[in-house]
């Protein structure tokens, strides 16, 4: 394997591609004309436009950076990568709170975190907070969750 191609490299490629895909993905939806700042992707596009420009530069750094002798690990990454697709599909049907929290257990898994307290605690308390944000605090309704109302 050549030099060019460490772990760390490909990881950042393909976080930068999947990244710069979710982002060109927020275009071209159809929502009701409330103007910019009320269209449901307007959040959202902020925090990947902001994802997009760090795996940009994260790119920039691993390619920089001189490159080291790992091998490459590619289950936790395509783990990781293929969750993102599950979670994009699950997002409508289950809602905003099970799919988050369904994907970020898959990702703490992946990321080798064996902790059940943490596994389970990190995602329901990201996830709740969201939800608690948008849906009651800025009064953004994210997509509902079929089993129960308030989520």
């Known amino acids: 394997m050549s030099a060019l191609f460490t772990e760390r490299r490909v990881i ?3 976080i930068l591609v999947l990244t710069a895909g979710l982002v060109v993905s927020t275009f071209g939806l159809q929502f009701a004309d409330l103007g910019g700042a009320f ?12 994802l997009l420009g760090l795996a940009m530069l994260n790119v920039v750094i691993d390619l920089l950076k001189p490159a080291a002798g790992t091998s490459i690990e590619l289950f936790p990454v395509l783990v ?6 599950v979670y994009v599909l699950a997002l409508m049907p289950l809602g905003y709170f099970i ?3 369904g994907v970020g257990i ?4 992946a990321l080798g975190l064996r902790n059940p307290a943490q596994v389970v605690l990190i995602p329901v308390m990201g996830a709740g907070a969201i939800v ?4 009651h605090g800025l009064k953004m309704p994210l997509p509902t ?4 109302w308030w989520l």
Do not use: E, K, Q
Not at 106 to 109: Q, R
């Open 12 to 14: 950042s490629v393909i």
């Open 39 to 50: 269209s449901p992707m307007f959040f959202p596009r902020i925090i990947l436009v902001i």
């Open 80 to 85: 990781i990568g293929s969750s993102f697709v």
């Open 99 to 101: 799919s988050s929290v």
């Open 106 to 109: 898959v990702i703490l898994l």
């Open 132 to 135: 608690a944000l948008f849906n």
């Open 145 to 148: 969750s079929p089993f129960f």
